[in-house]
């Protein structure tokens, strides 16, 4: 085994099949033979514009940063598998040094190695290395799309952890997409009481309203500030500058905003709702120590996400994994399967 497929992003909208070899696992790596990779915004984003912000493609990049797969190799010192261990992948690897990482807060490391970041190659091919201590276990009853989706789930318990949520909080969730999915199952999971998802697609909302969301309101129908709902939390999910500002006048006294859709880099912010109120506004970057507890979640079925899956792909057609959102509406979650 020497040579592998990798789906490879050339430029902006263009995705080809390439020869890449079998990359080989380095001190404390393991090789892994990738099963599913969820197909992330900002993937789709890398593939339409070619950059998110401050990361450029500059050269040719293997997009997919959300894996699961099984263990096939070891480099040297690497110990804590054994051949044929499934495992879901946490795909940014810090430096372990510096200030950041020293206190904690990996997720922050400026020498973070992303997966499917340029300069980075993600997983949309058949076999990645990654450090060991990122290949975390999961078990046979863990699907491996759901492997795969602990990633997302790790985002929306971020946001949940930086929220303080906990038993008896009232949740506002804006944006009923995959991560607003995510957030309102890992809210429920931390004990929210009363979680309410927003959106404009009706199929999102009745999926919300499947996985427990206690209400849900179509912003088309009914505008936010009409709708008596003031909870202790928002979680920002839609990424849209409008709804954002909306949403946070919803918030209670000493409630927390915690912003997790990438939407316009600029958001106008009701200052003085924030001010009288003591708001907590707080971006999120990533997540830091969820996996163990995400996987936890998802084993104990505390959350579920095969139900977010709307479809699958395999790696001779990524394009169509990364234009399902563009060409059906309804689509929510899509997964690749580089084996296919
Ligand atoms: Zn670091």
Known sequence: MTGMRAAVLEAAGKVALQER????????????????????GSDVHYYEHGRIGEFVLESPLVLGH??????IGSGPGASRHRIGQRVSLEPGVPDFTCAQCLAGRYNLCPRMRFFGTPPFDGAFCEYVVIREEFAHPVPDSLSDDAAALIEPLSVGMWACRKARVAPGTRVLVTGAGPVGLLCLQAA????????????????????????????????????????AVEPDVLLECSGHPAATGEAIRAVGRAGRVVLVGMGGDEVPLPLSHVQTRELEVTGTFRYANTWPDAIALAT???????????????????EGALTAGTRDPDAVKVVVRPQE
């Not at 070899?21 to 992330?40: F, I, M, N, R, S």
């Not at 959300?66 to 263990?71: A, F, K, L, N």
């Open 21 to 40: 070899p079998v990359p080989e696992p380095g001190p404390a790596e393991v090789l892994v033979q990738v099963a599913a990779v969820g197909t992330c």
């Open 188 to 227: 429920l999971a931390f004990g929210g009481t009363e979680v309410v998802v927003t959106d404009v697609n009706p199929r999102r909302l009745r999926l919300a309203r499947d996985l427990g969301a206690t209400a849900t309101l179509d912003v088309r129908e009914t505008r936010l500030a009409d709708a």
């Open 66 to 71: 959300e894996p699961s797969g099984t263990v």
């Open 300 to 318: 104990a079925r505390r959350v579920d996400l095969d139900a977010l899956v709307t479809g699958h792909y395999g790696l001779a057609d990524v």
